[in-house]
């Protein structure tokens, strides 16, 4: 039971309660340690709670993942999908060790986020760590944690950019006709703390990773969906509001382009891989809201995840990683984020300094 000197390919994401009860928990888990204020917690759960306290993160991920399972039996790989989170059930620490007790002794890890930056990548790695560290913790003597190699940043993969392109076509092809040929191709992703990004690479080569992937991967996307002028903003800011994140927001720019005279909108959530929390309540509810509010057209691109070149996708990152396919990348910004047993990819990558508190000095 072995592909290229692996055994196991692990899923790793970010996880989201399934039930009402889940939400309080998995937002403390979120924010431990973080300089998220509580009004901001009692707001979030209330989106949470509008679709039931149930994110629709994890189903995505399992169906992912069975499609992931299709398309590796297809390139006759034999390596059996886990699935592990840093926030909530299934968590990593748990997950590693089921791989463990499965006797899974080196797997690839498949990371949900397609960047750099801390939250997006070094982050990943830190969640690699802890959950091997759990493991030789809990276990017997005769049982190691299995080695664990991440996959590197897709932002940049012609599958992930196609699949974005025929969202973007599907979208201008939802807005009524006269919209259409004239509607504003805006791109969004999740804002971070501008210290986060000018900290996100490695620091000799300016740091701005994270930002720098999301426009290059809406220049890609755009080209391939055959439009010239684009926006890329940014979404669900979290933090003090005396700390200054990525912007502008999605909302406030959709302000700006009514007073500029824009009539419509379509909006790709390139920062996403599927329609979790943030897609479906701060772009699908709110900005289309603030749209409908300021009587432009709106249309919200698909996310990639459950269209069939995503699970491709996964599969060609994982025959890479075994020698079996050459990278195949389109942008000119870095793909980092590979490396063993959640060490950083370089010494100093994506380092973010974090103000200690009151309550922990
Ligand atoms: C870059 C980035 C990605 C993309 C890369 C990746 O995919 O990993 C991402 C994804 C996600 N973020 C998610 C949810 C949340 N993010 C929060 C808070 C934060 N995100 C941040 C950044 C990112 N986040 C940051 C800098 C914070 C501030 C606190 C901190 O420094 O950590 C909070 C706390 C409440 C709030 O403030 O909103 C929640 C609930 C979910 C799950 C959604 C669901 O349940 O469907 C997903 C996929
Ligand atoms: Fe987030």
Known sequence: MSSGGFDALLLLSFGGPEKPSDVRPFLENVTRGRNVPSA???????????????????????????????????????????????????????????????????????PTSAWGGYSGCRQYHEDIARARASVAENGNEARNAPELVKLRHYYDHPLLVDAFADAIRRARDELPPPLRSGARLVFTAHSIPVAADESAGVPSEGGHLYSRQVREAARLCAEASGVDDYDVVWQSRSGPAHIPWLEPDICDHLES??????????????????????VVWDLDTEAKEKAAELGM????????????????????????????????????????????????????CCQVRRRVSATQA
């Open 40 to 110: 901001r917690l009692d707001e979030v759960e209330q989106h949470y709670l509008h679709f039931g306290g149930v994110s629709p993160i994890n189903k995505l991920n399992r169906q992912i993942i069975a499609a992931v399972q299709k398309e590796l039996a297809a390139a006759g790989l034999d390596l059996p999908v886990y699935f592990g989170n840093r926030n909530w059930h299934p968590l990593a620490e748990d997950t590693v060790e089921e791989m463990a007790d499965a006797g899974v002794d080196r797997a690839l890890v498949f």
């Open 257 to 278: 382009l009514s007073e500029a005279g824009e009539k419509a909108v379509i909006v790709c959530p390139v920062g996403f891989v599927s329609d979790h929390l943030e």
């Open 297 to 348: 057209g709106f249309a919200r691109a698909a996310t990639p995840g459950t269209d069939p070149r995503f699970a491709k996708l996964v599969v060609e990152l994982v025959r890479e990683a075994i020698g079996l396919a050459v990278p195949r990348r389109l942008g000119a910004e870095p793909s980092r984020g590979t490396a063993v047993n959640g060490s950083p990819c370089l010494p100093g």
